[in-house]
């Protein structure tokens, strides 16, 4: 078995969830908000932030790929689409788990954006800065982190490692 190096405990993602989501509502009172989580990675933060705003939160999902095994290929490919009458003339959270280039926040902005939002924010667990090739930032994010690798709390490895409820870094 591997050794992990615990980054952040379940506590602190869900305190900073918690914030994050207060921050939302209090951009958005009780207008509908549709959080549109990207699968698999953000399947965890996007409930726990939907639990965690007080507002009128709907929830879609969609699904791209753009990894395989450590390194970002830039190629996206869409794997399920989202229902474009869903967030049509909607206020749109996208929701990722990691930001790294960029690339696929980019995609995943310009193909909501073709589907006629009311308006478009981002919101991110982690924010890989240093990594970034093109030019997005998160609108909201929850902790900024070095270039290491990280796995658990929905992130994977090659598919393993998203059931452990903290996020870690597996030590070599
Ligand atoms: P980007 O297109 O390079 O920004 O990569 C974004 C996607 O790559 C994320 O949505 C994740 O699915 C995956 N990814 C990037 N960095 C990591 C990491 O450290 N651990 C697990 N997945 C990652
Ligand atoms: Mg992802």
């Known amino acids: 078995m591997e050794k992990i190096r615990v980054l952040f405990e379940e506590e602190e993602i869900v305190k900073r969830t918690k914030e ?37 939160g709907r929830i879609e999902f969609l699904r791209v790929s753009s990894y395989e095994g450590e390194s970002s290929t830039g190629k996206i490919s869409l794997k399920l689409p989202l229902d474009a009458e869903k967030v049509y003339d909607k206020h749109v959270v996208i929701v990722e788990d990691i930001v790294d280039t960029g690339y696929t926040l980019e995609y995943i902005c310009d193909y909501v954006n073709n589907m006629h939002p009311k308006s478009v924010v981002t919101c991110s667990l982690l924010d890989k800065k240093a990594r970034r090739v093109v030019d997005v930032n998160p609108d ?15 992130l994977d490895f090659d598919q393993k490692y998203r059931n452990l409820p903290y996020i870690g870094v597996v030590e070599k």
Not at 140 to 154: A, C, E, N, Q, W
């Open 20 to 56: 994050i989501a207060e921050e939302l509502y209090k951009a958005y009172g009780d207008e509908e908000v549709v959080f549109v989580c990207t699968l698999k990675g953000a399947v965890f933060f996007a409930c726990d932030l939907l639990k965690a705003f007080k507002g009128d």
């Open 140 to 154: 909201y994010s929850g902790f900024v982190i070095d270039d290491l690798f990280v796995i658990g709390y929905g």
